[in-house]
T-cell receptor, first 113, second 114 residues
Framework: DGGITQSPKYLFRKEGQNVTLSCEQN?????MYWYRQDPGQGLRLIYY???????QKGDIAEGYSVSREKKESFPLTVTSAQKNPTAFYLC????????????FGQGTRLTVV | AQKITQTQPGMFVQEKEAVTLDCTYD???????LFWYKQPSSGEMIFLIY??????QNATEGRYSLNFQKARKSANLVISASQLGDSAMYFC???????????FGKGTTLSVSS
């Protein structure tokens, strides 16, 4: 089945530690995105990539890093520089044109203690 | 810059009634797309409906229709005959010029009661 997979679903980390969230898709989509969701804030864009080996910062990129070495994969690292990392993280992919919908993973709920 | 505004934090409706969820947008791109997504309490994002800026007719998908008023920059979602399973968060989103990402509003929580 084609789809987009995020892992793990729940993640707990101690403050000061870097953590990497996985996102894999087998939809052959060129574009991939990372969003952060906080209560009452909607989805805010962290990073996005339209093509392999290229990515752009979104509205809230500070404290995060990404890589796009393969078309299928777009991991997100939450670094210790991110002041408030506890949130729900959603990865998405799309064919890249303005008329095609984005497909989302199930999300990763990160809790930093 | 593009912006999506959803002004209703919460909406309440009874089963079998219709409900309209508001969405206004702002963009300088002449070509753009408007989307609605549903997010149940499980957290998954479910695509509901799409409207292109040049589409002459309002989009419809089953019980969902999009009331697109281009001059007013609004793209309201209409759910007819609400069901208990419609209780969820609903997000309006917009795509713009090539190479940009989908941007979202803050969402509206819909509660359907029996």
């Amino acid at each position: 089945d084609g789809g987009i997979t995020q892992s793990p679903k729940y993640l707990f980390r101690k403050e000061g530690q870097n953590v990497t969230l996985s996102c894999e898709q087998n939809l052959n989509h060129d574009a991939m995105y990372w969003y952060r969701q906080d209560p009452g804030q909607g989805l805010r864009l962290i990073y996005y990539s339209q093509i392999v080996n290229d990515f752009q910062k979104g509205d809230i990129a500070e404290g995060y890093s990404v890589s796009r070495e393969k078309k299928e994969s777009f991991p997100l690292t939450v670094t210790s520089a991110q002041k408030n990392p506890t949130a729900f993280y959603l990865c998405a992919s799309s064919a890249g044109s303005r008329s095609t919908e984005a497909f989302f993973g199930q999300g990763t709920r990160l809790t930093v203690v | 810059a593009q912006k999506i505004t959803q002004t209703q934090p919460g909406m309440f409706v009874q089963e079998k009634e219709a409900v309209t969820l508001d969405c206004t947008y702002d963009t300088s791109d002449p070509s753009y797309g408007l989307f609605w997504y549903k997010q149940p309490s499980s957290g998954e994002m479910i695509f509901l409906i799409y409207q292109g800026s040049y589409d002459q007719q309002n989009a419809t998908e089953g019980r969902y229709s999009l009331n697109f008023q281009k001059a007013r920059k609004s793209a309201n979602l209409v759910i007819s005959a609400s069901q208990l399973g419609d209780s969820a968060m609903y997000f309006c989103a917009m795509s713009g010029q090539a190479g940009t990402a989908l941007i979202f509003g803050k969402g509206t929580t819909l509660s359907v009661s029996s």
